[in-house]
């Protein structure tokens, strides 16, 4: 199930998958890291990895 996990844009408009080059800013902390996708259509999405 993991495997198909994907990070794509938040914007319901817009749904597309963000790649590493989208990738804007990433921030560890003690629970992970967190990392700022900017999509094209402008939304921004924020995910944990741990």
Do not use: I, Q, W
């Not at 794509?8 to 890291?33: F, I, K, Q």
């Amino acid at each position: 199930m993991l495997e198909k996990l994907t990070c794509t844009c938040e914007n319901p408009e817009c749904g597309r998958t963000l790649h590493e080059d989208r990738l804007m800013l990433s921030m560890r902390t003690d629970v992970g890291e967190r990392r700022a996708y900017e999509c094209a259509c402008g939304a921004v999405t924020v995910t944990v990895v741990r």
